[in-house]
């Protein structure tokens, strides 16, 4: 059984940064692709953004060019480095992580709040 363990979340100003990180454990092989999600208050899940096995990414349009997503394949971990926080960032952040045999497996999330 897979496991997604996310840390990083904290309370930031406006403007500030934060950097999100997600380690699976319980598989050997390097996730088909890891991703970002999260949840705003009294709304519905979206994808923030993703990460190939081959290195390709797509973000949302409201997040590109100020967050960015890395992986350490050796580590099996995604990373997500949030830059230019705006309060509207505000959410639940969920780590997500699609295995090699396509099964999908989540974490617990880990909370952003972007306040001055």
């Known amino acids: 059984q897979v496991q997604l363990v996310e840390s990083g979340g904290d309370l930031v100003q406006p403007g500030g940064s934060l950097r999100l990180s997600c380690v699976a454990s319980g598989d050997n092989s390097p996730m088909l692709t890891m991703a970002w999600y999260r949840q705003p208050p009294g709304k519905e899940r979206e994808l923030v953004a993703f990460?190939?096995?081959?290195?390709?990414?797509h973000y949302s349009d409201s997040v590109k060019g100020r967050f960015a997503i890395s992986r350490d394949f050796a580590k099996n971990s995604v990373y997500l480095q949030m830059n230019r926080l705006k309060p509207e960032d505000t959410a639940v952040y969920f780590c997500?992580?699609?295995?090699?045999?396509?099964?999908?497996?989540w974490g617990q999330g880990t909370q952003v709040t972007v306040s001055s």
């Open positions: 997500n992580g699609n295995t090699q045999g396509l099964l999908t497996f």
């Open positions: 990460m190939t096995l081959r290195g390709d990414t």
